[in-house]
């Protein structure tokens, strides 16, 4: 685990590779928000890092106090909306949670969802 934070910047707690699959790498990271600028903010400290910026995927969900869920998928269809689920559930609020995904050059079909489910566990289990 590593947690980094920037000038201005969100403290952002990086539990790194949770697993690989058929050559696919998953890691999960997370701060506290209140916004969208700080979701914005987050997402750019994760990205300062190379291997993260070059990541396939960098997908996220925050369930606001203030404005409700938003999620983004990065291209990887649904899985913002698996991340929401699981923060709903949990009552987690006011939090950013960022899986990300290095394709491996094979699908995973429906187990790219399992996994996303395991990473964000891993992070709600982390808190």
């Known amino acids: 685990m590593r947690v980094s934070s920037g000038p201005g910047n969100p403290t952002l707690k990086q539990l790194g590779r949770i697993l690989t699959d058929r050559g696919s790498k998953y890691a999960v990271?997370?701060?506290?928000?209140?916004?969208?600028?700080g979701i914005d903010a987050g997402l750019a400290l994760l990205k300062s890092e190379r291997s993260y910026a070059k990541a396939t995927h960098n997908t996220w969900g925050a369930c606001l106090s203030v404005g409700g869920p938003i999620k983004g998928d990065d291209g990887e269809t649904g899985a913002g909306?698996?991340?929401l689920r699981m923060l709903e559930r949990e009552g987690l609020q006011d939090h950013l949670v960022v899986v990300t995904r290095?394709?491996?050059g094979k699908h995973l079909g429906g187990d790219r969802f399992r996994h996303v489910?395991?990473?964000?566990?891993?992070?709600?289990d982390s808190l």
Request: aromatic share 14%.
């Open 29 to 37: 990271s997370g701060c506290p928000v209140t916004d969208r600028a």
């Open 81 to 83: 909306m698996v991340i």
């Open 102 to 104: 290095w394709y491996g």
């Open 117 to 124: 489910q395991t990473c964000v566990r891993a992070y709600l």
